[in-house]
């Protein structure tokens, strides 16, 4: 289901139109997902200039109240389109919306032999394989790691020790369109001028962004980027997300 904005509902408010409250029953199986449609769309009507509120986007939204019902502010016009749109949502009988887990590591790679005695990198072996035919043989170590469940449709957020990861998932079969944001913060060490310690350790922050489909059972390298571990040694740091089987 996709709702992005009102007019989709083929509706005309006069600019003076106030928002006014309604309550809505909604069944249990995508609750969630029909309230943050409908708030997308209520929002997105009333904040257009000169619009049925007058651009005060604030003045409409649709919430998820914790007794399943949705409460929605809007003009009355749109309170009955809105209606007959959620009838026939009702009425499709859709199956409950999935959850969707996505593990997330921040790898670092250097120069080196790899370490097969580490466990943590043992369910990456075949990741790690593939990324030493591109960049030689490298010394791997899991800098962070998370895992976030999301329900399809919805956004959420998860923080590690130094991994942050924001996400917002849809289901679409065995494949998961994903709109990613990472953040991961490093210690890294930075020259001083002469007379004093050769380095100090600075935190240094590193942001990915991206928009890809995940295959269910894939692994997959989101993006890469440079390190340093001494202020002449450079490592490599990748960004691998995984859709496990069975979930």
Known sequence: MKLKTLALFGIAVAS???AEPAVYDLGPSNARETAEAINRAVQALCSRPGGETNGVAGSCRAELLATGQLLVEAPA???AKIAEVLKAIAARGAAPTP???LQYWVISGAPGKPDASDPALKPLNAVLQQLEKLHGELGFKVEDSLTLTTQSGTNASN???SFEVSESVRAAGDTVDADIRLKFTRMMPTALPQGGPTSVFV???SELSVSTAIRRGEYL???EGKFFNTPDQSGTLF???HWPEGQ
């Open 16 to 18: 003076t139109a106030a």
């Open 77 to 79: 016009p749109a309170q």
């Open 99 to 101: 959850r969707i887990t």
């Open 159 to 161: 923080n590690g020790r």
């Open 203 to 205: 935190p240094s922050q």
């Open 221 to 223: 390298v989101l993006g």
């Open 239 to 241: 960004y691998v997300v």
